[in-house]
């Protein structure tokens, strides 16, 4: 055998015997921030750390259907008389309220046309089937998609879906949207410390959350929850708000179980959500460092990180952890 044939076949055992690396390519995520309700400050945030996350940890990228521009502010609740109000004062007050709301009501139906319009255009079944997942990062109110019926058939096919905080806090009408999210906003008071109850420690969004782990951040108060339908990891057997409710309020939350992050097999698809992450503070370790604006830890906010990041990725399928239903007791 020649010195060139020698090579040629010690060459194609090598590349017999040689393992075979396996490149997986990122994960597409379509990140919504669009909301037709309240708005949160700490969106902008979140939009940076959902990205930063995905690139440091090569799982995925994203792209955003963001915010479309124009949307009227909103006057806020009536005025109330206060003591030192004339009666001419007050009715001063009540009539400017009543055409700001008049001005507010005709501009915001002029900005949910274009939110329609827009939504119609980002959000079209066809344009979207490609991504992998879902993100309603802080969503609030009716989204307009332009089929929404169509949306939850694409998660059962295969697809991720993921919402924070006010994720639940959207759709309220269409309860296709919360059967397959597994539970709605009901209300929520002053901000507060929590020490969440961990039901799955072993699943990969709660995996890295220490013993005793507490956080200060709006606590919602959740309905239309059943833990029989999805796979707890996060929840308070008592909410510290409720000493803030009218006592009718207090009687029907008796015995109540509050939760806050669960996960659930939906079709063929998978749903992940954490009523965390109202604050800045929450989401970035970096945010107003070393201020008193700053209420969590760094450490916090990257426990905080670590949770999204391992319920995206096992609502991806890239992570372990049981998403078998009732697993409350």
Known sequence: MTVSNLLRSTLAILAIAAPVLVWSAPKKLLVITVTTGFRHSSIETAEKVLKDLGEKSGAWTVDYVHQPEGQPKNPGRPPEKKPNDSDEAFKAKQEAYSQALAEFNAANKVWNDQVKTYMADQMAIEKIKNYDGF???NTTGDLQFPDREGFVKLIQSGKALVAMHSGSDTYHPFRGYIDMLGGEFET?????EVQPILHDPAHAATRLIPSGFKVYDEIYIIKSYDPKKVHSLMGLNDHPN???LTDEEKA???GRYFPISWCKEFGQGRV???SLGHREDVWDPTWKEGTKDRKNSPEIAKTYQEHILGGIRWALKLAEGDG???NLK
């Open 324 to 326: 078998t239903a009732g």
């Open 242 to 244: 409720l000493a803030q």
């Open 135 to 137: 993100i309603f990062a």
């Open 188 to 192: 929520h008071k002053a901000q507060v």
């Open 252 to 254: 029907k939350n008796q």
């Open 272 to 274: 992940f959500y954490t």
